[in-house]
Nanobody
Framework: VQLVESGGGLVQAGGSLRLSCAAS????????MGWFRQAPEKEREFVAA????????YYADSVKGRFTISRDSAKNTVYLQMNSLKDEDTAVYYC??????????????????WGQGTLVTVSS
């Protein structure tokens, strides 16, 4: 599967952005899908994941209640709605796919498929 992110940009603290991840070559219905992020000089960290059916979603504590992951199988696309953005959300955001969400929640080293990343900058 190939993954292409879009929707990053510059936003003021407290604002919102929606990231999109368009998949090709394979249906996202075959994968658990997720988002990771990497800030400068920091390791890539888990942000959110959603199951193959969309019935279960998982979030890092740092984004719980502010971010929402969703998937649209008809468009073969996964989204990350980010609200109440903070300075510390500034990072490159990566879309990820794995055979189920356990691989995503286990950390970046276990993920099989990555997008190229999209930069989110939150200014205060």
């Amino acid at each position: 599967v190939q993954l292409v992110e879009s929707g990053g940009g510059l936003v003021q603290a407290g604002g919102s952005l929606r990231l999109s991840c368009a998949a090709s070559r394979r249906s996202i219905s075959s994968y658990g899908m997720g988002w990771f992020r990497q800030a400068p000089e920091k390791e890539r960290e888990f942000v959110a994941a959603i199951s193959k059916t969309g019935g279960s979603a998982y979030y890092a504590d740092s984004v719980k209640g502010r971010f929402t992951i969703s998937r649209d199988s008809a468009k073969n696309t996964v989204y990350l709605q980010m609200n109440s953005l903070k300075d510390e959300d500034t990072a490159v955001y990566y879309c990820a796919a794995d055979y189920d969400t356990r691989g995503l929640r286990a950390g970046a080293t276990n993920v099989h498929y990555w997008g190229q990343g999209t930069l989110v900058t939150v200014s205060s």
